[in-house]
């Protein structure tokens, strides 16, 4: 029984270059979720996938972020010009029927700004 | 939107004792659930309780819905139950998806 996966766990990236996460959610499980988690605080909701159509993004997710699930299974978030502000824990979750509502989350990658 | 506090927001025990972990929300919601976040970032899922109570091991929760906590027991506890507890909640009226997470509660466990 495999758990959601992220890759990569740990990125240090210098402030303008372009990041990508990638997210596998848990086998057969149609909705995804990213949220985003600062030092001290709870995750904060980002965006959420059904299958392959993103149906809702936070205001957090400014244009620098882009999210996408191609093929209804694996997502990536990929974060342009990145700033220090974006250093921050980004965790993925998935979730099916019958309990649509209970979210499994992710290890997470860990971003560091430079 | 759905406001989510929790407290305390630290707690030092010592191996054995038994404490009591509290989530008040805002407004109505149709799922709350609990979790552990490891010293490695992981979110663990103990529970999912938008109602009632349920229990596991040495761990219980409690959800009274109408009026707007739950709560989150840990008896004899152990080192290794150190970590942060979420809770976290969606809101009946809103977003039917998107989790609201409150600030935690930091659980220190010494020998």
């Known amino acids: 029984d495999t758990g959601v996966s992220q890759n990569p766990r740990h990125k240090i990236t210098k402030r303008g270059q372009n990041v990508t996460f990638r997210c596998d959610p848990i086998?057969?499980?149609?909705?995804l979720y990213w949220y985003r988690q600062t030092l001290g605080q709870g995750p904060e909701f980002l965006t959420y996938?059904?299958?392959?159509?993103?149906?809702?993004k936070s205001r957090l997710l400014s244009d620098r972020f882009s999210a996408e699930r191609p093929k209804g299974s694996f997502s990536t978030l990929e974060i342009q010009r990145t700033e220090q502000g974006d250093s921050a824990m980004y965790l993925c979750?998935?979730?099916?029927?019958?309990?649509?509502?209970?979210?499994?989350f992710g290890p997470g990658t860990r971003l560091t700004v430079l | 939107g759905i406001q989510v506090e929790q407290s305390p927001p630290d707690l030092i025990l010592q191996e054995g004792a038994n404490s009591t972990l509290r989530c008040n929300f805002s407004?109505?919601?149709?799922?709350l659930q609990w979790f552990h976040q490891n010293p490695w970032g992981q979110l663990i899922n103990l529970f999912y309780?938008?109602?009632g109570t349920k229990q596991n091991g040495r761990l219980s929760a409690t959800t009274v819905a109408t009026e707007r906590y739950s709560l989150l027991y840990i008896s004899s506890s152990q080192t290794t139950d150190s970590g942060v507890y979420f809770c976290?909640?969606?809101?009946?009226?809103?977003?039917?998806?998107?989790?609201?997470f409150g600030k935690g509660t930091l659980l220190t466990v010494n020998p």
């Open positions: 309780i938008p109602s």
């Open positions: 976290a909640v969606k809101n009946s009226g809103g977003s039917n998806y998107k989790l609201t």
């Open positions: 407004d109505s919601v149709n799922n």
């Open positions: 996938f059904q299958n392959e159509a993103q149906l809702e």
């Open positions: 979750a998935s979730s099916t029927p019958p309990s649509w509502d209970e979210q499994f």
């Open positions: 086998s057969e499980h149609n909705r």
